[in-house]
């Protein structure tokens, strides 16, 4: 069964760890996700993009095929699934659909109009139990075209959409969507500190986790942050290992052509990164 991210989230800020978001683009990613976590006795949540919901067409698929997955995998530790980067309408869509967690991103709109947007998501989301998250000061690099330079949130922004009752809050700290740039400077933790101070004990959401360095990430979750994005990362293993095994001639071999094993090494390398990750955000045995 879904669950929101909320008492997850609350908790991996008391325990000082990070819970992954791992975004998910088909049966394989989930299935390969989804067992990683049982495995290692790990709570997760399943990100969705707008972009990926609709090529898997449509939020319902999504919802219903998780859910499945969760009761055939005989699944037990906490999953969410969570949209990510949604827009007004997409968070509509996912309460509808079944999703038990939403982000809305409103961070290209003025302040004032992510607080009443926000605000009246967060009614809608809390009335059925959903958690949700908000973002302030936009997350660099791309994220299905929607294009950001890494902007450091301000502080009091922050507290403003904080203070709106959302379960826990994406703000940019220099971080960015895809490969990071060799000119990139780095996590802005005096922003962090300063968000932190005034929000309290509210889970930060850290995105474009690929890519950052270990010791960044661990300095980050002794700041607060409590949820850690991956999507990049998986991509790149998963064409890694596909790239390998049609190199290798593998699909011409016997059944090699059979998509169930020619997607077989890419699974499997999913399955590596998630665990890597997991160990290193420290979400491992706390389901």
């Not at 809390?126 to 949130?153: F, L, N, Q």
């Not at 959302?166 to 990071?180: E, M, P, Q, R, S």
Request: with cysteine.
């Amino acid at each position: 069964m879904l669950v929101s991210a909320t008492k997850m989230l609350n908790d991996a800020v008391q325990g000082k760890y990070a819970v992954g978001q791992f975004n998910i683009n088909n049966l394989e990613w989930t299935k390969a996700i989804l067992t990683t976590a049982q495995e290692n006795n790990s709570p997760v949540i399943l990100g969705v993009s707008e972009g990926a919901g609709k090529y898997m067409t449509g939020f319902k698929t999504v919802a219903a095929m998780v859910s499945a997955m969760i009761d055939e995998l005989n699944i037990t530790v906490p999953v969410a699934l969570h949209l990510d980067h949604g827009t007004y309408d997409g968070c509509y869509k996912c309460i509808e659909a079944g999703f038990s967690s939403v982000m809305f991103d409103g961070s290209h709109f003025p302040i004032d109009e992510n607080v009443s947007k926000t605000s009246e998501l967060v009614k809608a989301c809390h009335d059925k139990g959903i958690s949700i998250e908000a973002e302030v000061g936009s997350i660099g690099g791309e994220e299905d075209g929607v294009v950001g330079a890494g902007e450091i949130a301000d502080p009091n922004e922050c507290k403003k959409i904080a203070d709106l009752g959302v379960d826990f809050l994406a703000a940019g700290i220099g971080n960015i969507h895809g490969k990071y740039p060799d000119n990139w400077q780095g996590l802005d933790f005096d922003a962090l500190a300063k968000t932190k101070d005034l929000i309290g004990d509210l889970p930060l959401v850290l995105h474009g986790g690929t890519g950052i360095p270990a010791d960044m990430i661990k300095k980050a979750i002794s700041l607060g942050v409590a949820k850690i994005n991956v999507n990049t990362e998986c991509q790149l293993y998963f064409q890694e290992a596909t790239r390998k095994y049609i190199e290798a001639g593998k699909d011409l071999q016997g059944k090699g052509f059979d998509p169930r094993k020619l997607l077989a090494p890419g699974y499997e390398a999913i399955k590596v990164i998630v665990k890597e990750k997991m160990e290193l955000f420290g979400s491992i045995n706390k389901a």
